[in-house]
């Protein structure tokens, strides 16, 4: 029976084909691991319900094909590009966009 | 001019802010304009009396101790989450001497289980210098303060299972404005006039 | 939360900036100054709370917000930035509070602060003499205007409401306004006009 369990969740894992393998953590940049380390200190420091719903959102997120992961990190990009008073206006936006779905 | 387009410009004139053209024009339409004068005289007594109404509010002692207990609470609390905290100030005594036990407590321990010396920093003195202008700076902007020291070299175990998550983070916690970017962009907001700025404001009745 | 927004530029305060006493203050405040922030409170207190209690039209829950305004001044000390007069950041919190309390469930009970009352005469303290006035009726007028636009301001929709409050009785610039309530210039400018318009319907006999 266990035996069978670790064939299906072996199966499942391999079904997803989408799901992006995780780097290691020597391969990552010093750039990105300090990155990496300062958000996981953040991370650390939110309540357990956010947390979990951030690992949910990263399963979301390695589950999609790769042109929408890229879709949305240019999409950040240019949300960090706005200025202050852009991206208040954009909250603004945003805020009445879900007001209206 | 119409008596729309001179309203719009009252406040403005009556604060000496319209240029001369525009103040030109609306002197030849009051001029005409008996309603649009008594207007003016109306706007001009309504902006005096916002202006002169007071700015402050007394604060009573009990507002104003209640506040300092609350920050002191706070620096107490960034105090245990980051032990090189420069908030040694903040602490009345007793409570900076159980946080500074419960810190060495805790060194001892991991000494004990480890070791090795690994005491936090000793805290900042009150006077610390200012930081420089460009350390402040650097600092993220909306970000709390985390400890700065260098990425370990041997990461915890959820930081080493999954990178990429906290690579990503700030993409995970902004996942449905990323998702639906150009339709929140192109949305229109009530209060915003649909003309540009210095023109018409859209009608409201 | 993570680090999500752009490093801010490195370079030194503005020459302006350095010059500032409030942003002297802040900077001793995130250098870790207890004194700094006392000074901060006592300084700036008083116009906060008046502005919260005009805003959220509740006295016990002005002082309550008020508090929650300094607390995030402590909190969010590094977030400052010496570019930005440090008043404009300040009523930027006070105005997001407020207008988070505004939208709260419970606050559509909220007892509004300027109720019209036969008997209330306690707005603003005790009657003083209006200095401009040339005779005790001209200085009742100005008071019973006064009243009547403090009653007026509170029925106004929450951003025409602040957008007024900031402009014309806290007096910043409409870019300063507009970093506040997270809108552009266009959109304060709007918010005014229909603001004064309201009040001068409402204010027709008295003005």
Redesign the interface.
Same mark, same amino acid.
């Given at each position: 029976m266990r035996g069978a369990a670790a064939i299906a969740v072996l199966l499942l894992a391999l079904a997803a084909p989408e799901a992006r393998a995780q780097r290691p953590w020597q391969s990552l940049t010093p750039e990105e691991q300090r990155r990496a380390w300062e958000n996981y200190q953040r991370y650390q420091q939110l309540p357990e319900q956010r947390q979990r719903m951030l690992d949910r959102r990263y399963q979301q997120f390695r589950s999609m094909p790769p042109q929408e992961r890229d879709r949305l990190r240019q999409n950040y990009d240019q949300y960090r590009g706005l200025d202050p008073n852009q991206r208040r206006e954009f909250v603004e936006k945003y805020q009445r966009w879900k007001g209206r779905k | 001019m119409r008596c729309q387009r001179a309203?719009?410009w009252m406040?403005a004139a009556v604060d000496g802010e319209l240029s001369p053209r525009r103040r030109r024009a609306l002197d030849g339409h009051l001029a005409s304009c008996a309603a649009c004068h008594g207007?003016l005289?109306? *706007?001009e007594?309504?902006?005096t %009396?916002?202006?002169?109404?007071?700015?402050?509010? &007394?604060?009573s002692a009990s507002?104003?101790q209640? *506040?300092?207990r609350?920050?002191r609470l %706070?620096?107490a609390d960034e105090a245990e989450?980051v032990p090189a905290s420069?908030?040694r %100030?903040?602490l009345p005594l007793p409570v900076f001497a159980l946080a500074t036990a419960a810190v060495l407590a805790l060194a001892v321990g991991i000494v004990q289980r480890t070791g090795e010396v690994s005491l936090p920093a000793a805290p900042?003195s009150?006077? !610390?210098?200012?930081?420089t202008?460009?350390a402040?700076?650097?600092?993220?902007?909306?970000?709390?303060?985390?400890?700065t020291a &260098?990425?370990?070299s041997e990461?915890?175990a959820? +930081? !080493?299972?999954?990178?990429? +998550?906290?690579?990503?983070?700030?993409?995970?916690?902004?996942?449905?404005?990323?998702?639906?970017?150009e339709?929140?962009?192109t949305?229109? +907001?009530?209060?915003?006039?649909a003309t540009?700025?210095?023109q018409e404001?859209p009608s409201?009745g | 939360m993570p680090a999500d927004e752009p490093a801010a530029a490195a370079g030194a305060v503005p020459a302006g900036a350095a010059a500032d006493p409030d942003v002297a203050l802040m900077l001793r405040l995130q250098a870790g100054d207890e004194g700094a922030f006392q000074e901060l409170f006592q300084k700036f207190s008083p116009r906060v709370l008046q502005y919260t209690r005009r805003l959220v039209g509740s006295e016990a829950r002005a002082e309550e917000v008020t508090q929650d305004v300094f607390v995030q001044v402590f909190r969010f000390r590094q977030r400052y930035r010496p570019e930005s007069r440090f008043s404009t950041w300040l009523y930027t919190i006070a105005t997001n509070l407020c207008l988070n309390e505004l939208r709260r469930p419970e606050r559509h009970l909220r007892v509004d602060l300027w109720q019209r009352r036969e008997d209330d005469d306690r707005r603003e303290g005790p009657q003083l003499p209006d200095p401009q006035a040339t005779t005790p009726e001209e200085g009742a007028s100005t008071r019973e205007l006064a009243r009547q636009l403090e009653t007026a301001i509170g029925e106004l929709p929450p951003k025409q409401r602040a957008a007024l409050l900031l402009s014309r009785v806290d007096g910043l610039a409409y870019r300063d306004v507009a970093n506040a309530l997270g809108c552009t210039e266009g959109a304060v400018k709007a918010l005014l006009f229909r603001a004064t318009q309201s009040l001068k319907k409402t204010l027709r006999d008295f003005l």
């Open positions: - | 309203q719009q406040a207007e005289a109306a *706007t007594r309504m902006l %009396a916002l202006e002169a109404l007071s700015m402050e509010a &007394p604060v507002l104003e209640a *506040t300092l609350r920050v %706070a620096a989450r420069r908030w %100030a903040w900042a009150r006077r !610390a210098p200012k930081p202008a460009e402040a700076a650097a600092r993220p902007k909306f970000a709390p303060p985390v400890a &260098p990425p370990p990461p915890p959820r +930081l !080493a299972e999954a990178p990429d +998550l906290f690579m990503d983070l700030p993409i995970l916690r902004n996942m449905d404005k990323l998702r639906h970017f339709a929140i962009r949305t229109t +907001l009530d209060d915003e006039p540009p700025d210095g404001p409201n | -």
